[in-house]
């Protein structure tokens, strides 16, 4: 079961992350009582709000190369590319950081509608089904979006030294992982070239009769359907009009949340709203799989109830809401939209690339996009760079994902998918390691402190 095959990285992890979070708690405790005057001059002072202008140079040139780039990638691995983004905004066009974590943001939501646009009029390479996970969709979206508004709190609580540590840990170990699973896929996948080719062969030399341009028709063709028939086969209203709902009811509370005082009794109550909502369709969801799962198993239907095949037992359904809070919190902690945790993720549970790659793009729409409005009522974000940038991505989201399908037909190897998802977290860890550690060693230059900072007085 690839649970049981993911405990070693489930310690890897926790073991990490859990000594990387004790070493800030002791620094923290050695520090505090001599940074307490820089301490306070960096709430006061705060991070400079830097928005450079939209006009043509060298720099918003390669810029728009990266962002293409990055956007085609991450969507066709279902990670996003946040973590691309960031460095890109802040080191080449010189944006502040909350201001490119902002701008990536928009940027993800672009590449991931115009992906999911393309998406849904493409068939499920396998099945008569829809190539969105609709069942993995309304399992990870809410505990996404919930993890996504924890880790924005964290991020002014969090040193940004310890951000990035975690950041390398989670990239290095998911990037490895999705790397050697795509090279199983790839052997598999060459085992079963081998032995199809072998069948041929072996069918055309038991018929001895000569043909010429002759071609194989099946006994029963297939019928090909319309773009209209696999965009209605693909598109589920009742199931898209639950994530909507789900989408709404976090923006209110998010829009509320910011016209009150932090750390106030309705600050508390708002953002404790958030809870019973995620909580609420994920258990839905949830027990409507672990039904389905005793219901199949109790009649030896072996049968996948969607497209992970891992056994929907509470255990790893709270496996799954762990991980979809994680990779929220990642997404809130970096700017993404929480894709470098689930897009592995569901290769991890047996999810095929094609359909993970496209469920996981489905999933970042949603959670990128309250994360732009959000933004953009707080003024995050200058209007004409975020339209510029979006609009790159979206012409990047499309046509990644027209060429790298058009190429997997061609070769016949899904893998391809998983190394791309491979490629673009291990780029990302060198990119926000490489801007985390430079960062790092000017805070400590300039005797900046360097623990855990109140979340009320971070506000």
């Known amino acids: 079961m690839p649970m049981l095959s993911s405990r070693a990285f489930i310690v890897y992890l926790v073991s990490a992350f859990s000594c990387a ?34 006009e043509p140079s060298w720099k918003l040139v390669l810029a728009t190369v990266i962002g293409f780039l990055g956007s085609a990638c991450g969507t066709v691995g279902g990670v996003g590319g946040g973590g691309i983004f960031v460095p890109m905004l802040n080191l080449l066009l010189g944006f502040d950081t909350k201001s490119a974590a902002a701008l990536s943001k928009c940027m993800i939501m672009g590449a991931s509608a115009s992906s999911v646009w393309y998406n849904v009029r493409v068939p499920h390479p396998t099945k008569e089904v829809p190539i969105l996970d609709y069942d993995l969709a309304l399992l990870f979206q809410p505990m996404l979006m919930l993890g996504i508004t924890v880790g924005v709190a964290l991020s002014v609580v969090f040193p940004y030294w310890l951000i990035t540590v975690l950041i390398i840990i989670l990239f290095v170990g998911t990037s490895s992982r999705s790397f050697f699973k795509g090279i199983n896929m790839w052997r598999e996948e060459t085992i079963f070239k081998r032995e199809k080719v072998k ?72 953002f404790g709203l958030q809870f019973p909502i995620a909580f609420l369709v994920f258990g839905y969801e949830a027990v409507k799989l672990y039904k389905e799962h005793k219901r199949r198993m109790s009649t030896g239907n072996l049968e996948c109830i969607c497209e992970a095949s891992i ?70 974000f200058p209007i004409a760079y975020a339209l510029y940038l979006t609009l790159v991505s979206v012409l990047a989201g499309f046509w990644g994902q027209f060429f790298v399908r058009r190429l997997i037909a061609f070769l016949g190897r899904a893998s391809i998918i998983v190394f791309i998802l491979s490629g673009v977290i291990f780029a990302s860890a060198l990119t926000m390691g490489v801007v985390g550690i430079e960062s790092s060693i000017q805070m400590i230059n300039n005797n900046e402190f360097m623990g855990f900072l109140g979340f009320c007085s971070s506000q």
């Open 21 to 54: 979070v004790l070493s800030a708690l002791f620094l923290t405790n050695h520090t505090r009582h001599d940074n307490k005057a820089s301490l306070l001059t960096s709430h006061v002072s705060g991070t400079p709000q830097v928005w450079p202008d939209l």
């Open 199 to 270: 069948q041929q062969a072996t069918l055309l030399g038991e018929d001895k009769t000569v043909r010429i341009d002759t071609k194989y028709e099946p006994l029963i063709p297939k019928e090909e359907k319309s773009t209209i028939e696999i965009l209605c086969l693909n598109l589920k209203w009742k199931r898209i009009l639950l994530l909507i709902v789900v989408w709404v009811s976090f923006l209110l509370v998010q829009v509320i949340k910011n016209d009150v005082k932090a750390c106030s009794a309705w600050y508390w109550v708002l």
């Open 311 to 380: 056994e929907w037992t509470a255990i790893n359904l709270a496996f799954c809401a762990s991980c979809g809070v994680v990779g929220g919190v990642v997404g809130g902690l970096l700017g993404s939209g929480g894709g470098f945790v689930l897009g592995p993720l569901l290769l991890e549970i047996g999810v095929i690339p094609q359909v993970a790659s496209a469920t996981a793009t489905f999933v970042m729409m949603f959670s990128s996009s309250l994360s732009v409005v959000e933004f953009y009522l707080l003024k995050r």
